[in-house]
């Protein structure tokens, strides 16, 4: 092969690689968020829906974010599918038909069952949750097809989250970062709170997928050694499907939810 040829062949193999290294990465800034319904067949009387990843009609894992106006309450009802939700904003209420009202607020937790009649209700101004599911498509179906997929659900009021620093986790870099574990599988995948101090300059080193939604607060964040910076907001979204460097800077307290398949440092 002469220098020429060489040299080309270099410079396609560079490009493949920069190309699907570019594919494994987002981000989603606040305001580049593409709205929908999330059901529908009830027309205007629907929450709205934007998928962050995934997506919600089809059988893959998604993670999306749903909005209700205020005093909204759904009919009793089930879900084909388990799902997370994590309140971004506002006050929401998942229960039993029956149960006593409890609000939670930016930064609470929740699991639902499959199966499991229930209804979601929101209080707030603006009512804003990150859903999350591991399979799909995500179905809302009437409550007299419930069922029992032996799983219990969860409420987390973000008042009574546990929080750790690095004294108890050693991948914890930073003295003033925290974290909040919520839920690991037997594959190693896992979903925490991170909360950064106002100020934190940093970076989120993963090997393996990493996913991560903006809770609360304001912070600049760069991909690897890029130059160019995005402000994230509430319901921003980054995430790489394989080893990266999520470089942050944050302007205010923020609060991450971070889905992760494996171990990711924060430095």
Request: charged content about 20%.
């Amino acid at each position: 092969m002469n220098k020429l040829m060489f040299a080309i062949c270099a410079v396609t193999i560079n490009a493949i690689s920069l190309a699907a290294h570019a594919e494994s990465h987002t981000v989603i800034a606040s305001n580049d968020i593409e709205w929908g319904l999330l059901n529908p067949l009830r027309g205007d009387a629907s929450p709205r829906a934007a998928n962050l990843w995934g997506d919600r009609s089809k059988d893959v894992a998604t993670g999306m974010l749903v909005k209700f106006n205020k005093g909204f309450s759904s009919p009793p009802h089930i879900h084909n599918i388990s799902y997370r939700g994590v309140v971004i904003k506002g006050l929401m209420h998942n229960d039993d038909p029956s149960a006593e009202k409890m609000w939670l607020s930016t930064g609470s937790f929740w699991t639902q069952p499959a199966g499991e009649n229930h209804i979601t209700a929101a209080s707030g101004q603006d009512n804003l949750i990150y859903l999350e599911i591991d399979s799909g498509p995500y179905l809302v179906l009437p409550a007299d097809k419930a069922f029992d997929n032996g799983e219990r659900p969860i409420n987390v009021d973000a008042r009574n989250l546990v929080w750790l620093d690095a004294n108890d986790v050693n991948w914890l870099k930073q003295t003033q970062v925290q974290i909040a574990n919520l839920w690991r599988k037997p594959d190693a995948t896992n979903g925490s709170f991170i909360k950064l101090p106002a100020g934190f300059n940093g970076e989120i080193a993963n090997d393996n997928d990493l996913k991560a939604v903006v809770v609360s607060g304001k912070a600049l964040y760069q991909w690897q050694q890029e130059q160019k910076s995005t402000l994230l907001s509430p319901a921003s979204f980054f995430s790489s499907k394989a080893k990266g460097i999520h470089r942050i800077t944050a302007e205010t307290d923020v609060i991450l939810y971070i889905n992760s398949n494996g171990r990711y440092v924060i430095r």
